[in-house]
C-alpha cells in the first residue's frame, strides 16, 4: 500500500495483480465547496487504466442508510475491470456523524440547507477532472440502493442530461427532499415524467418490508408512455446479493454500449426555485413547498406552471418565473412569443428576438400557460389543453360508457390541417369504441374541441393500494403532411364504490386542520377537512366552488419511520358559494399494515350540502 499526499486531497492506492495486469481500488478526499469540508470516495478503476490513455464510462454507486462509501461486494473488482468502467462510491451522509444519508426523509430528518444534488454534481465534476472519464450523459449512470436507490431516480430526473442510466435497487419510494424550512414530498410513483431520455431499472424482492411501496412504484411508471424502463423481481428481502449487483451493473453496461438520444419532447417538475435542465434555465421566487412544472417541450414550445404537489396540485399563487430557453432558435433572430393563460383563458401575442446564442427569454406567473414560439410559416404544433366528460365535469362514470371531449391547442406558426386524433390507453378495463377522430382544419393561435366525441367506458377496477388512480390517456395526432405529434392526459373515474356514511367535518373545532367558525357545518368561504368515521380522507372533486386546496400529511407508523405517507384534503368552499349548494365527492383513506407498509385504501363516495348539517 502507498500513500500520496496533495493539496486538499488524499490518496490511498490499493493495488491487485490479475494475470498480469493492475487494477485498483482509491480510497480519496476532495475539498467541497458545498460542504466547505473534506468528502471521502472510494474508487474502483479497471486494469487497462494503468496501460491505456483511453476514456473510461463512469458509474456511482449510492449507499443506503446504514452505508459509506466504503463500498465492499463480492466480484465488483472482477466487474469493473472485465467491463472496462470506472465505479465512484461515495458518502450521501452531510457530516460523518449523521445517521441518515442524503438529507431526505420525514420533517425531522431534515437538518441542513445543503443539497445533495448540489454536491453530486461537484463531485461528478471532481471525478471527471481527476479521472479519463467519458464525460457525457452517455457514460454516466448512478446505481443505488436502498434510500440511495431513491437518490438514483431522484438525480437522474433532476439530471436527465447529465445521467443517461439509473438503477434503484430495492429504493425507498417517497420522501421530503429539500431545505429544513422548505422541504416538498418528492414520491417517485408521480416523477417518471422527468424521466425522458434515461433508462431505468427498478429492482424489488419478495419479502422485503417496502415490496408493497415498490410495488406502486412500478405502477407509476407503467403509466409513462415511452418510458425505457425495466423491472425485476428478487426472491427475498431488503438486501442485494452479488449476483443482484452484477446485473444491475451489466444493465447499465449494455446501456452505455446502446445509449438512449436526447428527447424531443419531455417534461420536468421541479421543487427548487431555480434549476437547469435539457439547457432549459428556470428562475423563480418560490418560497414554498411545491413544483414548478415544465410539459411537453419541444422547439415549438412548452406547457408551464406551479403546482403545490404532484400530480394534479393547486396553483402556488405568487410566484414568478423567468425561462431562458436552450440554444434551439435561430441566433438573434425575430420570432412571435404566443402565451395562451389557462387559469385565466386569455391569449397574448408579441415579438421576442433570440440572442447571439439562439435562445429565447420570457417571464409568466404561476399559473398554467401554454407558450408557443414560432416564425411565419413555422410548423403548426398541437398540444392537448383539457377534456370533458358527457359534457360537463372531467370524471368517467364507472363501468358506463361516457361522452369524451377534447380541447386542443395550436401553437404553432401555421395551421394543421386534416388531422386525425387516435386515443389510447394501457389500463386494463377500459375500451373505446371509437378510438380515431377527425378534425378538419385549426388555425395558429386558435383552441377548439374536438367535432366529434370519444366513447369511452371505465370498466378498471379502482386501486387498493398507493398507486395512481387516475386513468392515463394517451394522444397520437397526424396531418395531412406526415408530421405527428404526442400528449397525453390523466382522467379520474368515479367509481361505483359504497357511500361514506359516518362523515364528520373538521372546520376549527379542533383547533388544529380546519379554519371556520367550528360548528361542524361545511359554510362559504371556510377551509376544512372531511372524515369517514375516525380517517381523514383524500377527496377528488370537480366543483367549481371548490376554489383552494392543500394537503395533509401523515407518517403512519412503521418499521422503517420515513416511507409511506399518507395525504389527506383540506378544500375551501369559495364566499360566492350559494347555500344548499350540493357537492359531490369520490374519497378515500389508508389503513396500514405495520410490517410490510402496506397501504390498504379504502374508497368511497359521499355528497354534502354548503351551509347545512
Known amino acids: 500500500m502507498k500513500t500520496f499526499f496533495r493539496r486538499k486531497q488524499v490518496i490511498v492506492l490499493l493495488l491487485f495483480f490479475i494475470g498480469g495486469n493492475v487494477y485498483g481500488q482509491i480510497d480519496s478526499l476532495h475539498y467541497s465547496t458545498v460542504f466547505k469540508t473534506d468528502k471521502p470516495y472510494r474508487v474502483f478503476l479497471p486494469a487497462s487504466y494503468s496501460t491505456s490513455q483511453k476514456r473510461y464510462p463512469v458509474i456511482y454507486f449510492l449507499h443506503g442508510n446504514f452505508g459509506s462509501h466504503e463500498f465492499k461486494l463480492e466480484g465488483v473488482d472482477q466487474l469493473v475491470n472485465d467491463s472496462d468502467v470506472i465505479l465512484v462510491a461515495l458518502t450521501g451522509r452531510p457530516i460523518p456523524s449523521e445517521i441518515r444519508p442524503y438529507n431526505i426523509g420525514d420533517h425531522a430528518d431534515i437538518k441542513y440547507s445543503v443539497q445533495f444534488k448540489d454536491y453530486f454534481l461537484e463531485l461528478m465534476t471532481h471525478i471527471d477532472k481527476t479521472y479519463r472519464t467519458q464525460a457525457d450523459r452517455s457514460h454516466r449512470a448512478t446505481i443505488g440502493h436502498s434510500m440511495g ?77 415511452g418510458l425505457d424502463y425495466h423491472y425485476a423481481i428478487y426472491p427475498g428481502g431488503h438486501d442485494y446479493t452479488a449476483h443482484e449487483f452484477e446485473d444491475a451493473f451489466n444493465f447499465v453496461i449494455a446501456s452505455f454500449k446502446n445509449p438512449l438520444p436526447i428527447p424531443t419532447r419531455w417534461h420536468h417538475a421541479d421543487l427548487y426555485p431555480g434549476f437547469e435542465v435539457w439547457r432549459y434555465e428556470v428562475k423563480s421566487n418560490l418560497q414554498e413547498p411545491g413544483f414548478i412544472e415544465l410539459r411537453g417541450v419541444t422547439k415549438g414550445g412548452l406547457g408551464i406552471r406551479t403546482r403545490k404537489w404532484q400530480p394534479d396540485g393547486k396553483l402556488i399563487p405568487g410566484v414568478q ?7 434551439v432558435y435561430k441566433p438573434s433572430t425575430t420570432y412571435t412569443l404566443f402565451d395562451f393563460n389557462q387559469t385565466q383563458n386569455t391569449k397574448n401575442v408579441s415579438v421576442i428576438r433570440s440572442d447571439v446564442e439562439g435562445r429565447i427569454n420570457f417571464a409568466v406567473n404561476h399559473e398554467s400557460h401554454q407558450i408557443g414560439i414560432y416564425k411565419k410559416n413555422d410548423p403548426p404544433e398541437i398540444v392537448f389543453i383539457e377534456h370533458n366528460v358527457n359534457g360537463k365535469g372531467i370524471f368517467l362514470d364507472h363501468n358506463k360508457e361516457g361522452i369524451v371531449n377534447l380541447r386542443l391547442l395550436n401553437r404553432g406558426g401555421s395551421p394543421g390541417r386534416k388531422i386525425k386524433v387516435k386515443l389510447s390507453s394501457s389500463t386494463e378495463g377500459v375500451t373505446i369504441a371509437n378510438p380515431t377522430v377527425e378534425l378538419d382544419n385549426i388555425p395558429p393561435g386558435e383552441l377548439l374541441w374536438l367535432p366529434s366525441d370519444f366513447k369511452v367506458t371505465a370498466a378498471n377496477k379502482p386501486t387498493t393500494d398507493g398507486s395512481p388512480f387516475p386513468v392515463r390517456f394517451n394522444l397520437t395526432l397526424a396531418d395531412d403532411k406526415g408530421k405527428t405529434w404526442e400528449d397525453e392526459f390523466d382522467c379520474p373515474v368515479f367509481y361505483d364504490v359504497p357511500v361514506f356514511t359516518k362523515i364528520g367535518i373538521d372546520d376549527w373545532d379542533s383547533d388544529t386542520f380546519g379554519r371556520g367558525n367550528g360548528n361542524n357545518i361545511a359554510e362559504p368561504g371556510e377551509t376544512f377537512m372531511i372524515y369517514q368515521s375516525s380517517h381523514r380522507t383524500r377527496l377528488y372533486y370537480d366543483d367549481p366552488y371548490i376554489d383552494d386546496e392543500r394537503l395533509h400529511v401523515d407518517l403512519h407508523p412503521d418499521t422503517w419511520g420515513g416511507d409511506g405517507f399518507t395525504l389527506s384534503s383540506l378544500i375551501h368552499i369559495s364566499k360566492d358559494c350559494p347555500i344548499g349548494h350540493q357537492i359531490k365527492f369520490l374519497a378515500c383513506y389508508e389503513e396500514k399494515e405495520w410490517k410490510t407498509i402496506k397501504r390498504n385504501v379504502i374508497w368511497g363516495t359521499f355528497i354534502i350540502t354548503v351551509g347545512k348539517e
Open 321 to 327: 418565473m423567468d425561462i431562458m430557453t436552450a440554444p
Open 149 to 225: 436507490g431513491f437518490m438514483s431516480f431522484v438525480l437522474s430526473g433532476e439530471y436527465p442530461q447529465l445521467i443517461g442510466t439509473a438503477v434503484d435497487l430495492k429504493g425507498a419510494p417517497e420522501f421530503f427532499v429539500g431545505y429544513p424550512g422548505n422541504h416538498t414530498l418528492y414520491s417517485l410513483r408521480y416523477m417518471f415524467k422527468n424521466h425522458h431520455g434515461v433508462r431505468l431499472r427498478l429492482h424489488n424482492s419478495t419479502v422485503d418490508q417496502l415490496v408493497h411501496l415498490n410495488n406502486e412504484v412500478n405502477q407509476g411508471a407503467a403509466r409513462e408512455n
